[in-house]
RNA sequence: GGGCGGUUAGCUCAGUGGUAGAGUAUCGGUCUUACAAACCGGGGGUCACUGGUUCGAACCCAGUACCGCCCACCA
């Protein structure tokens, strides 16, 4: 038969994956109906950055729910999986504030309106980059949803959002103390700040006191911030200090009188006992200082520079430069008592990594708690479970201890905060439309807050703002809640906390059954991956070299739910093999069955045969249960064993006598077994199976739309598993033997075998045929005595021997070596299990199946140790 | 300071009570007409350590060590 004609020899995956992708796009073939009675089984994609272009971490978090929407819609499911991108304000800011700073331009210096349609011309250029590369790699998103989180809809939900929590009390403004990114100019949430430890130094300060009479000595990370203190605070039972309650120390430079204040939280063995207190600087002194009544001087501002506040010398000053002046400055005039290193837990964006600063303002806050409860009580009640269960606890943990959201952010690309300030009156507006008067007093001298909201605040509304919400749509009602939301662990409390929390108290109904949690992505030495570091793996870069199929592939059979990832190359090289294998697997197929009758006929089907769909069916059924549990690695192995090495390492090799030999069974069998292998490989590999189902006969308009199989369609056939087995066994024994004696797969060897039970050897009789062909030997015949003086070099099972006359074919001492390694190898098993079975309590206790089952290993090898004894001792 | 996870073959990892597995790497042999991105075969592990429970432990319990991550107001 000429090749020609057929698939090419090497699967080239790049034309074939840009021509379905494409395809499943224009032919709508993911676009859920809302009018359809199946059952539904929805999601909603974690929207990616407008700003990032994919990364491993996004390829991961599509891949694997992917995985799971192709097989419940193959299921038969009404499957919609909502796609769309997030606005991202602060990674927007940093990018487009980049670019002005290259052409010396500031946001300030261009103005928000000016600002904003840059942000917006920016976001129609590059925004459209993920969603193009979502395509590509062939996600099954339903792309008639699309959204945006800054679409028109999504605006008059987080609005209406807003305005209710503020009308019920859960939103509200507070002169505060926040963390604020100098950099960034803005301030962030706690959960936003990285603690990471640095080596620090830790000052000790003598403050005089103000009566002349001694002094008091305090230790502080952060001298600079002296500048600003209104108090001495030390611990009401610390003996050391207690004749100094009441009492006032005076501030070094600035020469305030400073309140010493007695407090249980200050630790009394740390430092000197004696701290400092700095209201507007810190968020202990901040608490400190409410509850004491001192004031709040700030001397920091905004942008981590020196205030007025800080005295003519500091002022202006960044606040590191300040630091080293203001120590020279104590040193100088004998206040600096000593230094120590000190290594402690400083705060970085989580963004830019600079230094945050706490920072007083006034900000807006969502008071927590309330929202928090019955979002602890839905994952109580199993209501929403995670994947793996134990993230619940990270949840529980965060949750109990909730803290309010600070939501303000002091930038402009984004849902601007819907509160107004009266000129007039100075009454607080916050209205669902834009106001034309005041309420209080009718002034119409009305000024927008200038804020907008955290970028999270509207992403916690995702699941059901896509939907259609605050309509009630019938995308709404058929799709909310989802079933499945798959994310990493990095964004529990970012993200899926709070759209639990939001989804529960605007929609009564939680947002997601399940929470699939995946691991990082790391390298190959589980290292983070990272531009620093040189050791990003792209995912474009590696569909271009492997194909997206192979990364597919690789990234599920590497996801172990909630553990992290390590991706090396090589695996991937792997996966693109076994892509290949696959392609020429259904090569072979095809070019046997091509203009061929294909009816199946049961009586006519072979050993063969009757095993690949046994095995089928076993599989089908461990492919079914793994996917049931997001045990992708597992459903990745089944899948990938049972193609290479049982479909195309013996069944198709099993199968080319019998279609030498015409059987039409055969040809039938090996194209059905084909297919349904395709159906099962197809949600991990959706490229290359469909391309290879567009060749099968009776192809339908796409694999996507065919059915997922099931365990239960076909039969399982025990004793070809079995006969197989046997088949299996001898063959091994057989090749094994060759391999070690150097005798080359052409040089055409007979062989002799023989059963030591009348059962196996009519088993052997039905295999014989099978055997020649699979060892490459000239003849297989049973001999009852192998010990006719003839050297021969020997194989055994429990139930069986085999040998091969080794006249002229090798050197006897190797084969005796062989055996005695062999033989060594059984005894030492044989050794523990007499060992386990001459033990009383063993034969007692032990179940007995478990005591039956070593006795009956036992006795196998034993019967095997005596044949390959025999054997020794015959070519001794 | 609290919590979580990890430690199994050279490497990356599966494996929740009954004779240690995969991929890859490595060594040897093959172009056996689907596939050299392939085929056949081999070697390679006191399952981190110490105790305990059990007839039996990589697996359960207690502790130790090292690595990683998260949370945390000792300035």
Known sequence: MSESSFLPTVYDPAPVEEKWARFWVEEKLFTADVNSDRPKFSMVLPPPNVTGSLHMGHALCFTLPDIIARWKRMQGYNVMWLPGTDHASIAVHNVIEQSLAEKGLTREKLGRQEFLRVAWEWKEKYGGIIIHQLKRLGASLDWSRERFTMDPGFSLAVRKVFVDLYQEGLIYRDY????????????????????????GKLYYIRYPLADGEGSIVVATTRPETMLGDTGIAVHPDDPRYRHLHGRVAILPIIGRRLPIITDERVEKDFGTGAVKVTPAHDPVDFDLGRRHGLEQVVVIDGAGRMTEAAGPEFQGLDRSSCREKVVARLQAEGYLVKVEDYRHNVGHCYRCQTIIEPYLSWQWFVRMKPLAQPAI???????????????????????????DWCISRQLWWGHRIPAWYCQDCAATIVSLKDPDRCSQCGSSRLRQDEDILDTWFSSALWPFVTLGWPEETPDLRVFYPTDLMATGFDIIFFWVARM???GLKFTGKIPFRHVFINGLVRDMYRRKMSKSRGNIIDPLEMVKKYGTDALRFTLASLAVPGMDISLSEERMAGNRAFANKVWNAARFVLMNIEGQDLSLNPQELTLADRWIRSRLKKVTGELNAALEQYKFYEAADKIYHFIWHEFCDWYLELCKPSLKAGITSTRAVMVETLERTLLLLHPFMPFITEEIYQHLPGAGKSIALTSFPSAEEIEADEEAESLVGLLQEVVTEVRTIRAQHRVAPKVKIKAWVKATDEITRSRLAVLIPYVKFLAGLESLEFKEDFEAGIPCLRGAGATWEVAIPAAGLVDLSAEKERLRREIKQIEEEIAKLQTRLQSPAFIERAPQDVVAETRANLAELEARRKKLSRSLSGIE
């Open 176 to 199: 505060y103390l926040v963390n604020r990114c100098p950099r960034c100019q803005t301030v962030l949430s706690d959960i936003e700040i990285e603690h990471r430890e640095v080596a």
């Open 377 to 403: 009580k839905a994952v109580e009640q199993g209501e929403i479970i995670f994947v793996p269960e134990n993230w619940a606890k990270t949840y529980f943990d965060w949750m109990y201890r909730i803290h």
């Open 500 to 502: 639990i929390m939001m």
